[in-house]
Nanobody
Framework: QVQLAESGGGLVQAGGSLRLSCAASGRAFSSYAMAWFRQAPGKEREFVSAISGSGGKTVYEDSVKGRFTISRDNAEYTVYLQMNSVKPEDTAVYFC????????????????????WGQGTQVTVSS
């Protein structure tokens, strides 16, 4: 079991930056692949980015490549999402998710791959 708590959301102007954090509690944090998903009003939850347990592999949704960076600190049980050059279309509730996954070569992009979820943090980008 792992519990997740996101923080760092807020209001930011287009072109600005924001860093989201997800603090995990439980055990064996490095055994979990971690991901960020987002959900805009009236839309389905969508994949944003994910990172393997070791941090050696990362994947991104095409619209955030080159702008967002996912990272993790296994000693601190925390995963981050650095969001640069944000756009109004990035406005959404951002969720952190964890998947018990010892395979460092495969990272799921589907919400069904992830068993544990945080409550979400709101990101609003003004134009």
């Amino acid at each position: 079991q792992v519990q997740l708590a996101e923080s760092g959301g807020g209001l930011v102007q287009a072109g600005g930056s924001l860093r989201l954090s997800c603090a995990a509690s439980g055990r064996a944090f490095s055994s979990y692949a971690m991901a960020w998903f987002r959900q805009a009003p009236g839309k389905e939850r969508e994949f944003v980015s994910a990172i393997s347990g070791s941090g050696g592999k990362t994947v991104y949704e095409d619209s955030v490549k080159g702008r967002f960076t996912i990272s993790r600190d296994n000693a601190e049980y925390t995963v981050y999402l650095q969001m640069n050059s944000v756009k109004p279309e990035d406005t959404a509730v951002y969720f952190c998710a964890a998947d018990y996954n010892l395979n460092d070569y495969y990272i799921g992009r589907d919400s069904a791959d992830y068993d544990f979820w945080g409550q979400g943090t709101q990101v609003t980008v003004s134009s």
